[in-house]
């Protein structure tokens, strides 16, 4: 459909998590409140031998028991992680797709780095074996639609289906376009994003970003907001979410976990951290704006927490002149300095992780940082209590993009 349906705004209605501090969202959830920072030292074959040393690894999954064998073989790691957490957001859901209506459901997926370590492979084949030791799936694994492909073929999804193509904001992007899809008629989006960058070419390439942090010392590797900043540690993970009409969700019965109240991008350019204030704090304007809320209204927010000092900066200052008065009291967590930066993956953990402490009235706290040297309510040690009613999330990417997205509490039963 073209035009706007009248009434029709998506809800998120079922969580899935694949991250490194937990599969599924029971663990995830536990070790995020608990603040447990899972960031070690890279243990992955290949990998042990390059500068970068500390990230977080998913370490708890065994895809042979979850996806069926003949899509392994087809399939990259980052497309294992999404498919398995595409499985968990429709079980939470209780979701059962009509087999009459196979174009009411859709996927829409967002991918920083696609399938290194399955390209690598093959391409290993090519130049030590030769053109007939490479498998026919070298062709579409490596691709950044893969995840969308996948999991629409695996759950008969014919709907509205799509890939950003981005850096890490577009994992929130992702959730904006699903959401447009249902406002344009489709019944449910399966939506979110997994990464797997801790393979040894994707490591090399991401050697090439001054922003990653190449510490030795897990607990002093990412630190953002803090005098001790010396970039971010990478992760692979993810989350996908099940966003449904609302009018539909409910007259099938499903619990609503939250609204995507609103939603706002810019692009600033790359690694122009300094020009990231004024586009981030745009951003979060339009989403404000979307939702129809205030800025005081805004109860935590889930920080982007770069780990640059100019980008930690820049973002400070962008929720002071974005949020005006109210910066100065609503809390900011970044629960990810625990797990690691999982690029497009990142932000959707971050809305999960927003979804389960508004459920629970808990803020989780930043991992390992302890003094903050920017003017923010950072919660920092334990969790604490909170009545949490609107979250804001925050994500950019080392490319240049800025996405804001507004949460609103939903109603479970």
């Not at 809800?11 to 536990?30: E, S, Y």
């Not at 990259?76 to 009509?98: G, K, S």
Request: glycine share 10%; proline share 6%; net charge negative.
């Amino acid at each position: 459909m073209t035009s706007r349906q009248q009434g029709r705004r998506a809800v998120v209605t079922g969580i899935g998590v694949v991250a490194p501090n937990g599969v599924g969202t029971d663990a995830f959830w536990k070790a995020t409140r608990q603040g447990v920072s899972v960031l070690d030292r890279i243990s992955r074959e290949g990998c042990t031998a390059l500068p970068l040393r500390v990230a977080g690894q998913v370490r708890d999954f065994d895809p042979q028991a979850l996806i069926d064998s003949r899509y392994l073989v087809q399939t990259d790691r980052f497309t294992h992680y999404a498919m398995a957490a595409a499985d968990l957001a429709v079980a939470d859901a209780r979701f059962t797709p009509d087999p009459e209506q196979p174009y009411a459901v859709g996927v829409v997926t967002a991918a920083g780095s696609g399938g290194g370590e399955f390209g690598q492979r093959e391409l290993q084949q090519l130049w030590g074996q030769g053109p007939r030791f490479v498998g026919p799936y070298q062709s579409i694994a490596w691709f950044y639609a893969a995840s969308t492909g996948q999991i629409s073929i695996r759950g008969g999804y014919k709907g509205p289906c799509g890939v950003v193509a981005s850096d890490e904001a577009g994992g929130l992007d992702a959730l904006a376009h699903a959401a447009r899809s249902i406002e344009h008629g489709a019944d449910a989006v399966v939506a979110g994003a997994a990464e797997a960058p801790l393979a040894p070419y994707s490591m090399v390439c991401q050697l090439g970003y001054p922003e990653l942090s190449l510490a030795q010392q897990p607990d002093r590797a990412y630190l953002p907001f803090t005098a001790q900043a010396c970039g971010f540690s990478p992760a692979e993970g993810g989350a996908m979410l099940l966003l449904e009409d609302e009018r539909t969700a409910r007259r099938r019965g499903a619990a609503v976990r939250a609204h995507l109240a609103g939603h706002g991008a810019t692009f600033t350019g790359a690694s122009r951290w300094e020009e990231s204030r004024e586009g981030l704090a745009a951003a979060i304007r339009t989403a404000l704006d979307e939702a129809r809320i205030a800025p005081e209204e805004v109860d935590v927010v889930f920080a982007d927490a770069l780990g640059v000092p100019a980008a930690d900066r820049a973002e400070a200052l962008a929720l002071a002149d974005a949020l005006g008065p109210a910066a100065e009291r609503v809390p900011v967590t970044a629960p990810k300095t625990g797990t690691g930066r999982a690029y497009c993956g990142a932000p959707l953990l971050d809305v999960a992780a927003a979804i389960l402490a508004m459920e629970d009235g808990v803020l989780p706290p930043t991992p390992n940082v302890t003094e903050v040297c920017h003017d923010l309510a950072l919660v920092t040690g334990r969790a604490r209590p909170a009545e949490l009613r609107t979250a804001l999330v925050l994500s950019r990417g080392l490319m240049g993009s800025n996405s804001a997205l507004v949460l609103r509490r939903g109603e479970r039963s």
